[in-house]
């Protein structure tokens, strides 16, 4: 059964750096495409960034350059390294594990508020 659990968000002036983890398991995390999504208030869920198993990664316009995506397979653990944070960056933010819309395989989510 895929679990993950997001963590990392909160509060962050504009500007400013979070990272957000994700804690996978139930699947072969080492060679799975990750994503991160976020869904900001009123608006769909929107795909922020990929990690293909090769290592390849690919990135949103909105977040290229200010992003980063990596994983810890030692720790099961994917991560959203976020610099240089808009406010227009406020979402709920979610790992996934699905290729495509909807993106039913991701967790519960975690709150990103960027704000002075």
């Known amino acids: 059964q895929v679990q993950l659990v997001e963590s990392g968000g909160g509060l962050v002036q504009p500007g400013g750096s979070l990272r957000l983890s994700c804690v996978a398991s139930?699947?072969?995390?080492?060679?799975?495409?990750m994503r991160w999504l976020r869904q900001a208030p009123g608006k769909p869920l929107e795909w922020v960034a990929t990690?293909?198993?090769?290592?390849?990664?690919h990135y949103a316009d909105t977040v290229r350059g200010r992003f980063a995506i990596s994983r810890d397979i030692s720790k099961n653990t994917l991560y959203l390294q976020m610099d240089s944070l808009k406010p227009e960056g406020t979402a709920v933010y979610y790992c996934?594990?699905?290729?495509?819309?909807?993106?039913?395989?991701r967790g519960q989510g975690t709150q990103v508020t960027v704000s002075s």
């Open positions: 996934s594990k699905s290729s495509s819309k909807p993106w039913t395989e």
């Open positions: 139930g699947f072969a995390f080492s060679d799975a495409d």
């Open positions: 990690l293909y198993g090769g290592r390849a990664t």
